[in-house]
Each structure stands twice: as C-alpha cells, then as structure tokens.
C-alpha cells in the first residue's frame, strides 16, 4: 500500500479485516516527527476502520495510485468539531465500519437494514466545499485501497 503523509501528523489509523470492526486488527501510529509505525496493511486487509486524531485530521483512501484517481471509487474521512466520537482515554475520532457504507461516526456497526452510500464528491475539492465528515467517489472500496493519504484540513 502506498503512503503519503503530511509534516507533524499525530495520529492513529486502526484498520480491520472484517466489517463492524471486525476481525484482524491493525494499527498504524503516524508520528509528528515523521514516519509510521505499525504493521504493513494488505488491500485485502481492509474492510473497516477507526481513525483517532485531532480535529481536523483527514484520510483519503483511494482504489488507484494513478493521477486520474478521483475518477475511480474513493472516500474521505474527516474528524470534524460536529462529527466525531471520544475515547475511554479521550482521544477524538471516526469510526468507519463499513468502507463501502455510510453510519454516523460513532457507529460501531454498521445497519444492514438502513445501508446507503455515503455523499458522493466527483473531486476532493468539492467534497471539502460540502462541508461533511465523509464523502468520495462511491463503488466497491473494501479490499481494494491501494494508497492512502492523511493530513490536515
């Protein structure tokens, strides 16, 4: 999987290979001094996540490492001041227990019975102009991420 990071990223991305945060478990600790930390991630590994961080911490997850990648299945995850969740230890975060589904950001299963796709964004650009938590290019994501960026909005 390819990663971009930007400078004095403090965060945590905690991935799992089953949905409703299931299944084998991965944690990738971003450092602000640089770097990562944690166990490599099969795209095949990946069906659901949590992301702890500050406010303001965003991860995009893209199907392709080419340029033209907002024209193929991608999502958005944002903690944002109005949509998040804090932890026993009073870390901020999202939790994402389907990649392929929408939930409110505390969920911690998805519903089955409620499922639709989260907002669609034909660029990142105007996913960031709507102002939502999540959003992207919707289609098939869950075990077909191949880069991921995170950074800071």
Known sequence: MEWTVAPRMRMDLVCFAGINLSGERRIV???AVGG???GEIAPEDLKSLVVLGAVGTRVVMKTVTTDDWEKHPWRA????AKHH???KEGE???RVPDLDWFDKPDARRTDPDMQESFPM???L???MASG?????LPGTLKQRIKAIVIDKV
Do not use: C, K, P, S
């Open 77 to 80: 995850v944002i903690v944002t």
């Open 36 to 38: 990562r930390q944690g």
């Open 125 to 127: 650009a105007e996913g």
């Open 121 to 123: 964004a034909a660029t």
């Open 29 to 31: 600790d971003v450092h």
């Open 85 to 87: 969740y804090r932890t």
């Open 132 to 136: 939502g938590w999540t959003f992207g």
């Open 92 to 94: 901020t975060g999202v």
